[in-house]
């Protein structure tokens, strides 16, 4: 059905063939795989991969022990194959890891354990101390950095509802160390907020979430400086609102899971959006205009038309400092669930593309993409056979091609 799709596509436009990133054959990341094993690419931001110097590593959770936990995998950029993988927590289970990377190889791993955020480094050679981060209990954990600075964001419940909490640590050697925390907004939720994202562009941290504030699902915002991380502005709605509340279909139309990126001197934030509740989820875009009065601008749908009636979801967003920006979701348009990505061109969002893999598994989910510096992208998704079934990983590298 693929083929007959692209094939369509090249008749009414011949420019849809033009691919900007020529993805390498996949790889497994994990050899631990098969009936029973599932594994899990659920960060808070979408923040399963990340590339140090000539390192690539991924971080997910699965379930092979009979619990869950966290494993990391690395790769050189130019073997063919993945390490065997480490295993980061030392609890009974762990959850929802993101991974951030440093300097020299390192990266910073976080994830949810006994409902409460830990952290630890990993080096090329060895693991650094576990710290708990979360000043209570903490769940969906994101991170960004500024040199050896990490600010990390999660939800937190503070009385009633739960709220976002920002947490800034310093890496020294292979050591985490606390210099201060303080929830993003100045008084108590009213509503639960959760799944954060957080990125630097920059002096200015941003961080976006989904809120209930309005009595459905929105994606708010804040942002402050690094020089006074803790000093957030007010947070402004940064989805749409509803052009009418329906008492047919609830108070508004629902949102889910915010990714933001940097790139260039500009920010980005995607999430998946189901305003047109005809068609199920949709992913949308806001791009952060710098301005006080309105932190992000006008909605943008990512996917091009002939998402139709079809399904999009598990967005995720890379940029890098040269410029470039694209965007990976799972897209059922041709009755499985397919890798799919855009990037943004002079009129909007371009032509979407299917990262095709011969041995991939029908359904294709749950990307997670990082940029280098000269535009290639790094990939991992997870396969399966069957909707419900087990899973396996899958990595691919996209060379960027310039026009």
């Known amino acids: 059905m693929r083929t007959v799709l692209f094939a369509f596509l090249m008749l009414i436009n011949p420019f849809a063939s033009a691919q900007h990133w020529a993805f390498s054959p996949a790889i497994e990341v994990t050899k ?167 990125t630097i562009t920059g002096n200015i941290l941003i961080s976006a979430w989904e809120d209930r504030r309005p009595g459905h699902t929105v994606i708010m915002a804040a942002k402050s400086t690094l020089g006074t991380p803790c000093s957030f502005s007010d947070p402004q709605q940064v989805s749409d609102p509803p052009r009418q509340r329906s008492a047919a279909y609830g108070k508004g139309h629902g949102v889910a899971r915010v990714t933001l990126a940097a790139f260039g001197k500009h920010v980005i934030a995607v999430w998946a959006d189901k305003r047109d509740f005809r068609e199920g989820y949709d992913i949308y875009s806001a791009r952060y205009t710098g301005q006080n009065k309105s932190m992000f ?40 669930a397919s890798i799919t990505y855009s990037r943004p061109g002079e009129k909007g969002w371009s032509d979407d593309s299917v990262v095709s893999d011969e041995n991939s598994l029908p359904h294709q989910t749950h990307p997670s993409v990082t940029l280098d510096e000269k535009g290639n992208a790094y990939l991992v998704w997870i396969d399966r056979k069957t909707k419900n079934g087990s899973t396996r990983l899958r990595y691919a590298e996209g060379k960027f091609m310039a026009e």
């Open 32 to 198: 631990i795989a098969g009936p029973g094993v599932f594994h899990h690419l659920d960060s808070s931001g979408r923040r399963s991969i990340a590339v140090s110097e000539a390192t690539v590593a991924i971080a997910w959770e699965d379930n092979r022990s009979g619990n869950p936990a966290i494993y990391l995998a690395r790769k050189k950029l130019h073997a063919k194959q993945f390490e065997s993988e480490i295993k980061i927590n030392v609890s009974p289970e762990a959850y929802e890891p993101s991974i951030l990377a440093m300097d020299d190889n390192r990266f910073i791993v976080a994830w949810e354990s006994d409902s409460k955020i830990l952290a630890r480094a990993v080096t090329a050679t060895s693991m650094g101390p576990i710290i708990t981060v979360s000043k209570t209990d903490g769940v969906q954990v994101s991170l960004a950095r500024n040199r050896d600075k990490i600010y990390l964001v999660y939800s937190s419940m503070e009385k009633k509802y739960q709220q976002i909490w920002l947490q800034q640590l310093r890496l020294n050697g292979q050591k985490l160390e606390k210099i201060n925390s303080c929830p993003l907004e100045k008084t108590i939720a009213k509503d639960h907020q959760f799944y954060p994202s957080i």
């Open 297 to 336: 601008g006008a909605n943008q749908k990512v996917q091009d038309s002939f998402g139709g009636i079809a399904q999009q979801w598990h967005a995720s967003v890379a940029g890098n400092r040269a410029g470039q920006l694209i965007v990976f979701w799972d897209d059922n348009r041709d009755g499985d």
